[in-house]
């Protein structure tokens, strides 16, 4: 079984930068996907950045230029880079992990994550 811990949530204002970190327990990490999704209020699940086991990674088009996603595998830790922040980047921020058949298997509890103006 994977456990997947969020921190590095917060509350920052506009143009601020935060980092989220997600540690996954188990043997599997370096091995499989990993994304950061978010879910503001009344609005669904978004991935905002996803990479894989080789590194290569993809953006929405919401968030390039200003977050960057990296892992150590060496750690079991996937990392979010987030600068520029905007208002509308507020919501909470979900890692997750791919086994690589179909979509995310594995999901952590959520970061809060606010953009005052």
């Known amino acids: 079984q994977v456990q997947l811990v969020e921190s590095g949530g917060g509350l920052v204002q506009a143009g601020g930068s935060l980092r989220l970190d997600c540690a996954a327990s188990?043997?599997?990490?370096?091995?499989?996907?990993m994304g950061w999704f978010r879910q503001a209020p009344d609005k669904q699940r978004e991935l905002v950045a996803s990479?894989?086991?080789?590194?290569?990674?993809q953006y929405a088009d919401s968030v390039r230029g200003r977050f960057t996603i990296y892992r150590d595998n060496a750690k079991n830790t996937v990392y979010l880079q987030m600068n520029s922040l905007k208002p509308e980047d507020t919501a909470v921020y979900y890692c997750?992990?791919?086994?690589?058949?179909?979509?995310?298997?594995?999901w952590g509890q959520g970061t809060q994550v606010t953009v005052s103006s």
């Open positions: 997750s992990l791919s086994l690589g058949y179909s979509g995310y298997d594995y």
């Open positions: 188990g043997s599997i990490f370096s091995h499989n996907a």
């Open positions: 990479i894989t086991s080789g590194g290569i990674t």
